[in-house]
């Protein structure tokens, strides 16, 4: 493997959830310690089963794996620290200042930048402190920090302003504030990660186009901020022996090839390593062991993955649902690259088709574009449009630095300007956009391929910059609610549906949306899990196996998280144009 | 010279979850606050989501939370004693408070609406 040759002291992996970055650390971990270094791996993965991995109970402290002599490991739960943060800043006025008050200061702090600064915040001593890590020679962190948060630390702006100078301008520190260690302590731990000689950065991807273009912003992105050594990993690639006459394996393995032939240009200059799926599952040493191994892997390999019995409702059930109501707002959320565009076109169609003459405005802001095209025009009460994130956020952008940064001094509008690189910033400025088409929701079908956190929402509530923005668009007439807010939470007006896959660290940030969603008052109406392979009912052993361990995640969301579901088969063709997407909400048994 | 303590609303992060039409009036009184310094004033912000026990250890600050909450911030205090809530003040009004001669006091910059004539 190409991206463990002389490794550097500090190993990051760094990818979407649920694309094998923690299995990958600890089979890194577990190769440089039985190559005779003396490892920690430390995992601040939410879903970590690095304990599972190796049969331990490990936690937020640095345990020796008995199995692998030289290999440590550590466990660093983002949310506690998060938690733990928000705790220093809140606890002293718990119980002194009103409870609603209180609840106030909390939701602010709750948002997924907090909680990656916290998350940064525990792990920088390891960075920094040599005495703490001077037993190991390497160490493996399974997720990295993103360019936004290095880039924050790194501004001087950070760190004056409110607290330092009550200046209390427009602007503020946001979650900074709370940071514990010294400014000097930040700085030698972002010029570590941003030190070749000492850090290395895997990527991680899977083989789909998608996936590697958003890898190649992140690596352009990490690189521009200084950690240039970079090394790519495609992980789960399907072996081409394993199609034998199965037409999905045979057109994933198609798919795949042709992703890895169009690998974008910004990450061809990378040394890149590939890693088949595998046959088993990642939990034990030996399975680690095998996982970088190079032997081809036995496809044909049949060892008893029965062609498991599926049963699950299929997005006919919830578009008839939906159907039913005559009008409303439908909100996909989740992920991204669980399909969420897809999805809301499917059942945008379905319900054109299913309720003739009952008009259906689909609103994407899919940045291919490609769907809104073969789709506008295709079914006369089905309108499409489209809402470029990339044009939205940046309007929204030079308004802001219009209106707030106008009095601000180099300083200040430098940390703005960062603060307006967040991942809120798109969220606010795509849904700003949206806002003005959810008035219709009133009288027509209204499916939206986004929706906002219900941190966002509410803060956006918080501060009646919703409402204002609503009022403002409704122009005084339209829809009667009391509240927009109250319009999101009225399951008769909206529907927000939950889009996830059948692997356990997409369902986990899943039901991670759906209690932030909690916290807004708003109760997901259903989830769907898509691009299932076990409801594609594969026949290739090696899909049978992915199959089989869908099923426990399934299950998962069927009984812990959902009140209602649907689960969605991996197609042989991308679902695009009419009849594909048309095969995605046909019911059960009828389409694929 | 008086002190001028401002005790702010839980400021959200300039991302702009604010709204981006909202801020005028922050960003006016910003600059008033930078003039009154300019001119010797003694002014301090207080921000409720950074600074929480600034609110929480003053008695009149925390007895106005109790009483009307933290959407009746701002709140404004001078040499201790309640001068203002609800608003921003003015230029002429910061002024006043610390003993700045005001003649030919210009508005804010960036008067709210100068073509509307709200002002």
Same mark, same amino acid.
């Given at each position: 493997m190409r991206f463990l040759d002389h490794p550097p002291r500090f190993l990051f992996f760094t990818g979407k959830g649920g694309v094998g970055k923690t299995s990958l650390a600890c089979a890194s971990a577990?190769?440089?310690?039985?190559?005779? &270094?003396?490892?920690?791996?430390?995992?601040?993965?939410?879903a970590s089963n690095v304990g599972q991995v190796f049969g331990l109970a490990i936690g937020n402290r640095i345990t020796a794996i008995p199995a692998v002599p030289n290999l440590s490991a550590l466990e660093i739960d983002p949310q506690d620290a998060a938690r733990a943060y928000r705790d220093r800043l809140v606890g002293p006025v718990r119980g002194v200042l009103p409870d609603a008050v209180v609840k106030g200061i909390e939701e602010q702090l709750s948002g997924a930048c907090t909680t990656e600064i916290a998350a940064f915040d525990e792990f920088t001593a390891l960075l920094t402190d040599a005495g703490l890590t001077a037993g190991f020679e390497h160490i493996v962190f399974d997720t990295a920090p993103?360019?936004?948060?290095i880039r924050l630390l790194q501004l001087p702006g950070a760190w004056s302003g409110f607290l330092e100078t009550g200046k209390g301008d427009a602007s503020c520190l946001g979650p900074l504030a709370g940071l514990e260690k010294q400014r000097s302590q930040y700085q030698a731990a972002v010029a570590a990660l941003a030190d070749p000689q000492r850090t290395r950065l895997v990527l991680v991807a899977r083989a789909q186009r998608a996936a590697l273009r958003e890898v190649a912003r992140t690596h352009e992105e990490l690189a521009a901020i200084g950690l240039s050594r970079q090394s790519l990993v495609i992980n789960g690639i399907l072996p081409s022996g394993a199609a034998q006459g199965d037409a999905l394996a045979a057109a994933i393995v198609r798919r795949e090839a042709e992703a890895l032939a169009g690998l974008p240009v910004a990450l061809q200059a990378l040394p890149v390593d590939k890693v088949a799926l595998k046959p088993f599952n990642l939990v034990g040493l030996d399975a680690l062991r095998r996982l970088l191994a190079d032997d081809e892997t036995d496809a044909t390999d049949d060892d008893g993955a029965e062609?498991?019995?599926?049963?699950?409702?299929?997005?006919?059930?919830?578009?008839?649902?939906?159907?039913?109501?005559?009008?409303?707002?439908?909100?996909?959320?989740?992920?991204g690259g669980v399909g969420k565009t897809t999805l809301a076109a499917a059942i945008a169609l379905a319900l054109a088709l299913a309720r003739r003459g009952l008009p259906v405005h689909l609103t994407t802001s899919d940045?291919?574009?490609?769907?809104?095209?073969?789709?506008?025009?295709?079914?006369?009460?089905?309108?499409?449009? &489209?809402?470029?994130?990339?044009?939205e956020t940046e309007r929204y952008r030079r308004q802001v630095l219009a209106s707030k940064g106008a009095g601000l001094d180099a300083e200040g509008r430098a940390l703005l300007e960062e603060d307006l690189r967040s991942p809120c910033t798109e969220e606010i400025a795509v849904f700003q956009a949206f806002s003005r088409i959810i008035?219709?929701?009133?009288?027509?079908?209204?499916?939206?391929?986004?929706?906002?956190?219900?941190?966002?929402?509410?803060?956006?509530?918080?501060?009646?910059a919703y409402h204002r923005e609503v009022s403002r668009q409704m122009g005084g007439k339209g829809l009667h609610f009391s509240t927009p807010m109250m319009q999101l939470q009225d399951p008769e007006q909206t529907k927000t549906l939950i889009v996830t896959l059948a692997e356990t660290t997409p369902v986990l940030e899943?039901? &991670?949306?759906?209690?932030?969603l909690r916290r807004a008052g708003i109760e997901p109406w259903a989830w769907v899990v898509?691009?299932?392979?076990?409801?594609?009912?594969?026949?290739?052993?090696?899909?049978?196996?992915?199959?089989?361990?869908?099923?426990?995640?399934?299950?998962?969301?069927?009984?812990?998280?959902?009140?209602?579901?649907?689960?969605v088969p991996l197609l042989d063709e991308e679902p695009v144009g009419v009849a594909r997407l048309l095969q995605l909400s046909a019911p059960a048994g009828t389409g694929v | 010279m008086r002190t001028i303590q401002i005790f702010d609303p839980a400021l959200c992060c300039s991302t702009g979850v604010c709204g981006v039409d909202v801020d005028q009036a922050l960003v006016d009184f910003a600059a008033d606050v930078d003039w009154a310094r300019q001119n010797g004033a003694r002014v301090e912000r207080f921000n409720l989501a950074q600074q929480p026990l600034a609110f929480a250890e003053n008695p009149t600050v925390k007895g106005f939370l109790e009483r009307s909450g933290h959407e009746g911030l701002p709140l404004v205090l001078v040499d201790g004693d309640v001068a203002m809530a609800g608003r921003y003040p003015s230029r002429k009004e910061l002024a006043r408070w610390a003993g700045i001669v005001t003649i030919g006091v210009a508005p804010a910059q960036s008067a709210c609406c100068s073509d509307s004539g709200c002002c």
């Amino acid at each position: 493997m190409r991206f463990l040759d002389h490794p550097p002291r500090f190993l990051f992996f760094t990818g979407k959830g649920g694309v094998g970055k923690t299995s990958l650390a600890c089979a890194s971990a577990v190769t440089l310690a039985e190559a005779g &270094r003396r490892v920690l791996l430390v995992s601040t993965d939410p879903a970590s089963n690095v304990g599972q991995v190796f049969g331990l109970a490990i936690g937020n402290r640095i345990t020796a794996i008995p199995a692998v002599p030289n290999l440590s490991a550590l466990e660093i739960d983002p949310q506690d620290a998060a938690r733990a943060y928000r705790d220093r800043l809140v606890g002293p006025v718990r119980g002194v200042l009103p409870d609603a008050v209180v609840k106030g200061i909390e939701e602010q702090l709750s948002g997924a930048c907090t909680t990656e600064i916290a998350a940064f915040d525990e792990f920088t001593a390891l960075l920094t402190d040599a005495g703490l890590t001077a037993g190991f020679e390497h160490i493996v962190f399974d997720t990295a920090p993103t360019g936004h948060t290095i880039r924050l630390l790194q501004l001087p702006g950070a760190w004056s302003g409110f607290l330092e100078t009550g200046k209390g301008d427009a602007s503020c520190l946001g979650p900074l504030a709370g940071l514990e260690k010294q400014r000097s302590q930040y700085q030698a731990a972002v010029a570590a990660l941003a030190d070749p000689q000492r850090t290395r950065l895997v990527l991680v991807a899977r083989a789909q186009r998608a996936a590697l273009r958003e890898v190649a912003r992140t690596h352009e992105e990490l690189a521009a901020i200084g950690l240039s050594r970079q090394s790519l990993v495609i992980n789960g690639i399907l072996p081409s022996g394993a199609a034998q006459g199965d037409a999905l394996a045979a057109a994933i393995v198609r798919r795949e090839a042709e992703a890895l032939a169009g690998l974008p240009v910004a990450l061809q200059a990378l040394p890149v390593d590939k890693v088949a799926l595998k046959p088993f599952n990642l939990v034990g040493l030996d399975a680690l062991r095998r996982l970088l191994a190079d032997d081809e892997t036995d496809a044909t390999d049949d060892d008893g993955a029965e062609a498991c019995a599926f049963d699950a409702p299929a997005l006919s059930s919830l578009v008839d649902a939906i159907a039913a109501d005559g009008h409303g707002l439908v909100m996909l959320m989740g992920k991204g690259g669980v399909g969420k565009t897809t999805l809301a076109a499917a059942i945008a169609l379905a319900l054109a088709l299913a309720r003739r003459g009952l008009p259906v405005h689909l609103t994407t802001s899919d940045p291919a574009a490609h769907l809104a095209k073969t789709l506008d025009g295709a079914v006369d009460t089905l309108t499409v449009s &489209r809402i470029d994130p990339r044009e939205e956020t940046e309007r929204y952008r030079r308004q802001v630095l219009a209106s707030k940064g106008a009095g601000l001094d180099a300083e200040g509008r430098a940390l703005l300007e960062e603060d307006l690189r967040s991942p809120c910033t798109e969220e606010i400025a795509v849904f700003q956009a949206f806002s003005r088409i959810i008035r219709e929701a009133g009288r027509k079908f209204v499916v939206m391929d986004t929706a906002p956190t219900g941190h966002t929402l509410l803060l956006l509530d918080a501060t009646g910059a919703y409402h204002r923005e609503v009022s403002r668009q409704m122009g005084g007439k339209g829809l009667h609610f009391s509240t927009p807010m109250m319009q999101l939470q009225d399951p008769e007006q909206t529907k927000t549906l939950i889009v996830t896959l059948a692997e356990t660290t997409p369902v986990l940030e899943a039901a &991670r949306l759906q209690e932030d969603l909690r916290r807004a008052g708003i109760e997901p109406w259903a989830w769907v899990v898509n691009n299932s392979v076990a409801a594609s009912r594969p026949r290739a052993p090696l899909l049978r196996r992915r199959a089989a361990n869908e099923l426990a995640e399934i299950d998962a969301v069927a009984t812990r998280h959902a009140r209602r579901y649907a689960v969605v088969p991996l197609l042989d063709e991308e679902p695009v144009g009419v009849a594909r997407l048309l095969q995605l909400s046909a019911p059960a048994g009828t389409g694929v | 010279m008086r002190t001028i303590q401002i005790f702010d609303p839980a400021l959200c992060c300039s991302t702009g979850v604010c709204g981006v039409d909202v801020d005028q009036a922050l960003v006016d009184f910003a600059a008033d606050v930078d003039w009154a310094r300019q001119n010797g004033a003694r002014v301090e912000r207080f921000n409720l989501a950074q600074q929480p026990l600034a609110f929480a250890e003053n008695p009149t600050v925390k007895g106005f939370l109790e009483r009307s909450g933290h959407e009746g911030l701002p709140l404004v205090l001078v040499d201790g004693d309640v001068a203002m809530a609800g608003r921003y003040p003015s230029r002429k009004e910061l002024a006043r408070w610390a003993g700045i001669v005001t003649i030919g006091v210009a508005p804010a910059q960036s008067a709210c609406c100068s073509d509307s004539g709200c002002c």
